[in-house]
């Protein structure tokens, strides 16, 4: 087996937020949120090659990202320190999602990092210690940890399994990069938002309190958007860069993407309920 077959594989999917309202802002500078969680069939994949020596290395190198900075070293290491476990890893990652997109890639590095490692180092954590474990790395990552589509409320981390429709998304790569520190302290954005319910999303309110911001200083996403308004209305998951649509087949969404004007990168991909993570961790 070569150290990247296919059948050795974690997957870290990607999600969307669905709906993002920002209802308050906290005494330590965080900002109170409600949104919605949902994974999409979109990912990056990992491998991990254990070590008996302790060392927790990564092997591919992320432009931008010194290794120690890393999601994946650091959910490691947070594991080791946890556990006082002795072994290493060498851990090889596939980037198939963007940074700066909104759709939680180094969150779900790091949450697979934590799931795959508590499995194969043997520590044993249950799901609730392995959540503690990830909030400190972003308030994403015990999402992708618990592996359910979620009402989050807090920053994130207060979770409530729902059951959604899983349609099929036509997200479009806008060619930029958006900081969601930016974002979150631009002076223009909304930051007390009335508080909804979960029927009041299903009822049809998907509001993202960063839309204006992101709209307004990114054209490229600004672009996007437009052109998804053609097909139902774009909407924006996360601070962004990334801008979704939502079909109700396949083949309908394929159709949108492939008129899409030349410079508009993307892909078409299902909604999940269940993380592909959880999958793969049944299988042993």
């Known amino acids: ?67 120690d900075d890393d999601l ?13 476990c002795r072994l290493g890893v060498d851990i090889r990652c596939e980037k198939n999602l963007p940074m700066g997109g909104g759709l939680g890639g180094g969150s779900s590095d790091a949450a697979t990092t934590l799931v795959a490692l508590n499995r194969l180092w043997g520590t044993g954590l249950d799901e609730e210690a392995l959540s503690a474990l990830a909030l400190p790395l972003g308030a994403d990552v015990p999402v992708f940890v618990r592996g359910r589509a979620a009402w ?14 899983e349609p099929w998304y036509l997200v ?7 900081s969601t520190r930016d974002v979150f302290c631009h002076p223009e954005l ?22 204006p911001v992101v709209r307004r200083d990114y054209p490229e996403v600004e672009s996007a958007l437009d052109w998804l308004s053609a097909w139902g209305g774009g909407r924006l998951t996360g601070t962004g860069a990334c801008v ?19 410079r508009m990168q993307g892909f078409v991909t299902r909604g999940l309920n269940r993380s592909p993570l959880l999958d ?3 299988q042993g």
């Open 1 to 67: 087996m070569t150290d990247r077959d296919p059948a050795l594989a974690w997957p870290a999917p990607a999600k969307l937020n669905l709906m993002l309202r920002v209802v308050g802002r906290r005494p330590d500078g965080y900002h109170e949120l409600q949104t919605v969680f949902q994974f999409i069939e979109q990912g990056d994949r990992l491998w991990f090659d254990l070590r008996e020596d302790g060392a927790v290395r990564r092997l591919d190198a992320l432009a931008g990202v010194a290794e």
């Open 72 to 84: 994946t070293v650091r959910a490691a290491r947070a594991l080791q320190r946890a556990t006082g």
């Open 152 to 165: 989050g409320e807090g920053v994130g981390e207060r979770l409530e399994p729902v059951e959604l429709p």
């Open 172 to 178: 479009l790569v806008p060619p930029c990069s958006v």
């Open 190 to 211: 909304t930051r007390d938002s009335r508080p909804i319910t979960l029927a009041d999303f299903l009822s049809g309110d998907v509001t993202n309190d960063c839309l």
């Open 244 to 262: 979704f649509a939502v079909f109700d087949d396949e083949a309908c969404a394929l159709d949108a993407l492939s008129r899409a004007p030349a």
């Open 280 to 282: 793969r961790l049944d």
